[in-house]
């Protein structure tokens, strides 16, 4: 019998190399005591691994449909925000323009904002006015004009052809497979799912959102 201490060489024929160890990824989903967010049983939560600590401005957050995107101030590209993120630091809702500094991961639909550890509000844009249509005297008021940008609708993931993509302009269009309006690409979309560029005819998988201009790819996947 060897007499040689308990030590390195046996935890690596436990199962274990020190070189080679690291400790479980934190669970995204915290135990009642704690006052970090919980994250709903949805494609929304974090798939675990590694996350990377960031300052973001909140681009648009929208609390009806439950979700929104910040854009970290490194330029890494946007991530999505989640409501039970929102929820899980105490807000009911955010504002455009809010600095967060937050934990950014990857999730089913890309890099998203895993958990918000402080908020800034004193960057946030101004709220815009509400419609007076139904206040007394208000019908002949107009209302103001939606976000060209935001959202109209819920997230669809559709595969399509690539029409055409200029890296200069920054921009391109897949042609969509039900015969609709061709679906815009922009370049930070492709940088937020790690692709330099796309090519005519190619193939693509994508998260697909209605607004005002169009239709919208907020993820791509080259298939």
């Given at each position: 019998m060897s007499n040689k201490p308990y030590g390195r060489g046996e935890r690596s024929r436990r199962g274990f190399s020190d070189d080679n160890y690291y400790p479980a990824p934190?669970?995204?989903?915290?135990?009642?005591?704690?006052?970090?967010?919980?994250?709903?049983?949805?494609?929304?939560?974090?798939?675990?691994?590694?996350?990377?600590?960031?300052?973001?401005?909140?681009?648009?957050?929208?609390?009806?449909?439950?979700?929104?995107?910040?854009?970290?101030?490194?330029?890494?590209?946007?991530?999505?925000?989640?409501?039970?993120?929102v929820e899980g630091a105490g807000l009911t809702e955010i504002a455009e323009g809010t600095t967060i500094r937050c934990e950014i991961g990857t999730g089913q639909k890309g890099r998203q904002v895993a958990r918000?550890?402080?908020?800034?509000?004193?960057?946030?844009?101004?709220?815009?006015?509400?419609?007076?249509?139904?206040?007394?005297?208000?019908?002949?008021?107009?209302?103001?004009?939606?976000?060209?940008?935001?959202?109209?609708?819920?997230?669809?993931?559709?595969?399509g052809t690539v029409k055409w993509y200029s890296v200069e302009k920054g921009f391109g269009f897949v042609a969509a497979p039900d015969g609709g309006k061709d679906i815009f690409v922009h370049s930070n979309?492709?940088?937020?799912?790690?692709?330099?560029?796309?090519?005519?005819?190619?193939?693509?998988?994508?998260?697909v959102v209605p607004t005002q201009k169009g239709r919208e790819a907020t993820s791509v996947e080259i298939v």
């Amino acid at each position: 019998m060897s007499n040689k201490p308990y030590g390195r060489g046996e935890r690596s024929r436990r199962g274990f190399s020190d070189d080679n160890y690291y400790p479980a990824p934190r669970s995204p989903y915290p135990s009642s005591s704690s006052a970090a967010p919980r994250f709903p049983a949805s494609s929304s939560a974090p798939m675990g691994g590694p996350t990377v600590t960031v300052d973001a401005s909140v681009k648009w957050f929208n609390p009806t449909k439950g979700f929104g995107f910040v854009t970290p101030v490194d330029g890494s590209g946007d991530a999505f925000l989640h409501v039970s993120v929102v929820e899980g630091a105490g807000l009911t809702e955010i504002a455009e323009g809010t600095t967060i500094r937050c934990e950014i991961g990857t999730g089913q639909k890309g890099r998203q904002v895993a958990r918000i550890l402080s908020v800034d509000q004193t960057t946030a844009a101004a709220p815009r006015p509400r419609s007076p249509m139904g206040a007394p005297g208000g019908m002949g008021a107009r209302p103001p004009r939606p976000d060209r940008d935001a959202p109209m609708g819920d997230p669809t993931e559709m595969e399509g052809t690539v029409k055409w993509y200029s890296v200069e302009k920054g921009f391109g269009f897949v042609a969509a497979p039900d015969g609709g309006k061709d679906i815009f690409v922009h370049s930070n979309t492709l940088k937020r799912s790690q692709i330099a560029t796309l090519e005519p005819e190619q193939a693509v998988r994508m998260t697909v959102v209605p607004t005002q201009k169009g239709r919208e790819a907020t993820s791509v996947e080259i298939v």
